[in-house]
């Protein structure tokens, strides 16, 4: 393989892998989160900030951690056969499906940067009673999809390279 695809591979995969271990950390923001809203309806006036910035932080933790998912190999497959195939025929056929995965993920991309401009250009905030902007949580959206279709192409670089008979 040439040399700039495979750093590609290497450097898209570190950030990949470094992003969703800072990820995994949300969950924890995100049970603060919550207690504070336990704590501040049990003693207090209850928060109007808080389910919604619970979903937020939800978004995040799960939309950031998506291409940490796909480099642990965590994401689920239907194994009937794929299993009992040699590496060489996963690669051909997982060369194949990847398209769908990359036009997927293109599609959403495309549309979540159309929303988050239109966030920007009319300062688009929730119909709650918090009616926080939308724009920050439409960037992370954006960026966690952005992230899952670069590890998507390097899933497609490495099974090229699967099948000619080299390793990345």
Do not use: H
């Amino acid at each position: 393989m040439p040399r700039f695809l495979v750093m590609f591979v290497r450097i898209t995969e570190a950030v990949n892998y470094r992003v969703g271990r800072i990820a995994m950390y949300l969950i924890f923001v995100l049970a603060a989160v919550l207690m504070w809203s336990v704590i501040s309806k049990a003693f207090f006036r209850p928060a109007l900030w808080t389910q919604e910035m619970a979903q937020f932080t939800m978004v995040g933790y799960f939309v950031l951690g998506g291409a940490y998912s796909l480099i642990l190999g965590a994401n689920v497959r239907m194994d009937l056969l794929y299993g009992r195939w040699s590496p060489k025929t996963q690669a051909a056929v997982d060369i194949v499906t990847i398209f769908a995965l990359i036009f997927f993920l293109a599609t959403i991309l495309w549309g979540g940067i159309e929303s988050t401009a239109y966030a920007f250009e009319v300062g688009e905030r929730s119909r709650t009673v918090w009616r926080p902007y939308m724009a920050p949580i439409k960037i992370v959206i954006c960026t966690g999809v952005f992230l899952m279709l670069l590890q998507s192409v390097c899933f497609l670089i490495r099974d090229i390279a699967t099948l000619r008979g080299e390793r990345i």
